[in-house]
């Protein structure tokens, strides 16, 4: 069986990027509009990875990365940021509520799949 992956962003052409990239690495790739679909589909879903945009409605990424962690099924369950965001200090408020690490978008495939394989495997 193949490894699950969740990305959770707002825009429906970088969820398309991701699962270009991810599925083509072999994993399998779930998708999450916002943090609040996320912690829904996180409900009755065990992925090896997360991968979560900050800036989101409902929930943010600083939001859904406390939520995950708030459940103790979850504390060794990776969570990469993936934003346009890169100032020390969001990367510094990610790391602080959970994030394993942190990537700028635009992303380069072959960059993030190293990153997956680093947290995951």
Do not use: C
Request: proline content about 6%.
């Amino acid at each position: 069986m193949s490894i699950q992956i969740l990305t959770v962003d707002d825009s429906p052409s970088m969820r398309a990027l991701l699962r270009a990239a991810l599925t083509g690495e072999g994993y399998r790739v779930d998708e999450a509009e916002d943090g609040r679909s996320a912690m829904e589909w996180l409900a009755s879903n065990r992925p090896a990875l997360v991968i979560t945009d900050i800036n989101m409605p409902r929930l943010d990424g600083f939001g859904l990365i406390a939520e995950v962690r708030a459940q103790a099924q979850f504390n060794a369950l990776p969570i990469l940021v993936l934003t346009t965001e890169s100032s020390p200090e969001k990367k510094a408020r990610a790391r602080a509520a959970g994030a394993t690490g942190w990537i700028v978008k635009p992303f380069d495939p072959a960059k993030l799949a190293a990153a997956v394989r680093r947290v995951i495997h």
